[in-house]
């Protein structure tokens, strides 16, 4: 069964650095999608992504982050210089059309 | 803009036992799906079950089923013949387009 897949699955930063996330989404989706979780806390809606471009954010989705679909398979999302807040699971999911979206295993980033 | 609220953040069973999870929303749209998530300790995000909105019949998966109550707009998630398997965090999400919202969240413990 076709499943999104996530590297790496745990990343340590210093902060201020830049770290960039990857997901490997189901090949024949159309959307793409990042959440996060702090630990504790509910999963927060990052960005959606269709087309090639943003076709949603969120308030937590600043300028310090970015997302590419650098070839036709891979879709990354880049942190610019993180912060210690930043810490949190990050989960890729994609899905065919806008109803069922399907998540990876997720990484779990640690800025010290 | 969508919220989910889920207001048992702990429950418990036994093995074996029958458990329903509750899950209310509130939504603007016509148009919706509601999910439950299984989050097991790996913290990986597992689609348990699904339920489109124009459709009156309850979703049933397995041992999962749910109980649709569109006007009330409660979605309540029952767990059969409870396995040891089946601890983990339980989402209620609801998908208006594009995104999805979650709840807090209920973690359920199953003993044996």
């Known amino acids: 069964e076709p499943e999104v897949t996530q590297t790496p699955s745990h990343q340590v930063t210093q902060m201020g650095q830049e770290v960039i996330l990857r997901c490997v989404p189901i090949?024949?989706?159309?959307?793409f999608y990042w959440y996060r979780q702090i630990l504790g806390q509910k999963v927060e809606f990052l960005v959606s992504f269709y087309n090639n471009e943003i076709s949603e954010k969120s308030e937590i989705f600043d300028d310090q982050f970015s997302v590419e679909r650098p070839d036709g398979s891979n879709f990354t999302l880049k942190i610019r210089s993180t912060k210690l807040e930043d810490s949190a699971m990050y989960f890729c999911?994609?899905?065919?059309?806008?109803?069922?979206?399907?998540f990876g295993p997720g990484t779990r980033l640690l800025v010290l | 803009a969508q919220t989910v609220t889920q207001s048992q953040p702990e429950m418990s069973v036994q093995e074996a036992e029958t458990v329903t999870l509750s899950c209310t929303y509130d939504t603007s749209e016509n148009n919706y799906y509601l999910f439950w998530y299984k989050q097991p300790p790996s913290r990986q995000m597992i689609l348990v079950i699904r339920?489109?909105?124009?459709?009156?019949q309850n979703a049933t998966e397995n041992r999962f089923s749910v109980n649709f109550q569109k006007a009330a707009k409660s979605f309540s998630l029952k767990i059969s013949d409870s396995q040891l398997g089946d601890t983990a965090m339980y989402f209620c999400a609801h998908a208006g387009y594009s995104t999805l919202t979650f709840g807090k969240g209920t973690m359920l413990l199953v003993s044996p």
């Open positions: 339920q489109e909105a124009y459709k009156q």
């Open positions: 090949s024949n989706h159309l959307y």
């Open positions: 999911a994609s899905s065919e059309g806008w109803e069922t979206q399907y």
